[in-house]
């Protein structure tokens, strides 16, 4: 009896399948699996750690100093190389001439030309547009004189800003809405009224023209090696005018 239920309750269990195979993913090491023995931190004095932090920052400031002192100077245009790679490559890269048809230089000539006609189209339209609305404006300002001349000389007051009128009186709203069109003068500008004697006095709207033409300056720092030194050669001529007059006095006493 207990074989039987022994059978029954391993035929409900599902079944493992077993393998001899390994994959990396089985295998889970830690940090500390693969580490190396800690080693012991020496102790350094605080000023030596000092002096080098100030040293660091000492070394920072003289690069940045250096880089304000220079600055981002541009090369000049002709002096710019480019890549001697595409020098090479330029042969290949040109593109050879294409000997167009007839009927290829045919096609493009009517398109050209049907191009020419609907642009003609175009902008005969929009005249005749225009036309026809200064047509109706004039004929409407012409209606209203004959009705009303005060509301004739109103309408044709040039009238630019649309802004809400917030004042009780009605004349004081129509004033502030309208204004007048300034254009380029023919005469020289004006100044409190005067006009301009020396154009010193007037001080344009936009500014002074600035010339902003870069200059490139280059700066060279030669090896003291190169440098002659004068105290040296001073020296040596000293030495030299000494020694004629040590044998000058010599050749005298003899």
Request: net charge positive; aromatic share 6%; hydrophobic share 30%.
């Given at each position: 009896?207990?074989?039987?239920?022994?059978?029954?309750?391993?035929?409900?269990?599902?079944?493992?399948?077993?393998?001899?195979?390994?994959?990396?993913?089985?295998?889970?090491?830690?940090?500390?699996?693969?580490?190396?023995?800690?080693?012991?931190?020496?102790?350094?004095?605080?000023?030596?750690?000092?002096?080098?932090?100030?040293?660091?920052?000492?070394?920072?400031?003289?690069?940045?100093?250096?880089?304000?002192?220079?600055?981002?100077?541009?090369?000049?245009?002709?002096?710019?190389?480019?890549?001697?790679?595409?020098?090479?490559?330029?042969?290949?890269?040109?593109?050879?001439p294409v000997d167009l048809s007839?009927?290829?230089?045919?096609?493009?000539?009517?398109?050209?030309?049907?191009?020419?006609?609907?642009?003609?189209?175009?902008?005969?339209?929009?005249?005749?547009?225009?036309?026809?609305?200064?047509?109706?404006?004039?004929?409407?300002?012409?209606?209203?004189?004959?009705?009303?001349?005060?509301?004739?000389?109103?309408?044709?007051?040039?009238?630019?800003?649309?802004?809400?009128?917030?004042?009780?009186?009605?004349?004081?709203?129509?004033?502030s809405i309208l204004g007048r069109?300034?254009?380029?003068?023919?005469?020289?500008?004006?100044?409190?009224?005067?006009?301009?004697?020396?154009?010193?006095?007037?001080?344009?709207?936009?500014?002074?023209?600035?010339?902003?033409?870069?200059?490139?300056?280059?700066?060279?720092?030669?090896?003291?090696?190169?440098?002659?030194?004068?105290?040296?050669?001073?020296?040596?001529?000293?030495?030299?005018?000494?020694?004629?007059?040590?044998?000058?006095?010599?050749?005298?006493?003899?």
């Amino acid at each position: 009896m207990l074989s039987l239920l022994s059978r029954l309750l391993l035929a409900q269990q599902p079944t493992v399948l077993r393998t001899s195979q390994l994959f990396p993913s089985m295998i889970h090491t830690t940090a500390v699996a693969h580490a190396e023995p800690l080693k012991k931190k020496k102790r350094i004095d605080p000023l030596i750690e000092q002096n080098r932090v100030r040293r660091r920052t000492r070394k920072i400031e003289k690069e940045i100093r250096r880089f304000n002192r220079q600055q981002r100077q541009l090369k000049p245009v002709a002096e710019l190389e480019g890549d001697r790679q595409l020098f090479k490559e330029l042969e290949l890269r040109r593109r050879q001439p294409v000997d167009l048809s007839e009927n290829e230089l045919d096609r493009r000539a009517v398109l050209l030309k049907q191009w020419g006609r609907y642009q003609t189209n175009v902008a005969r339209t929009e005249s005749q547009q225009f036309s026809r609305a200064l047509r109706a404006q004039q004929r409407a300002l012409d209606w209203l004189y004959l009705t009303s001349p005060e509301l004739h000389k109103a309408a044709i007051q040039p009238f630019y800003l649309s802004t809400t009128c917030t004042t009780e009186v009605e004349d004081d709203c129509v004033q502030s809405i309208l204004g007048r069109i300034q254009g380029p003068y023919y005469t020289a500008p004006r100044i409190h009224g005067g006009l301009v004697d020396c154009p010193e006095d007037y001080e344009p709207p936009d500014g002074e023209a600035v010339d902003t033409t870069p200059e490139f300056t280059y700066e060279f720092e030669l090896d003291r090696k190169l440098l002659a030194d004068p105290t040296k050669k001073k020296t040596v001529v000293k030495k030299q005018m000494d020694l004629k007059e040590d044998t000058a006095a010599s050749s005298d006493t003899n």
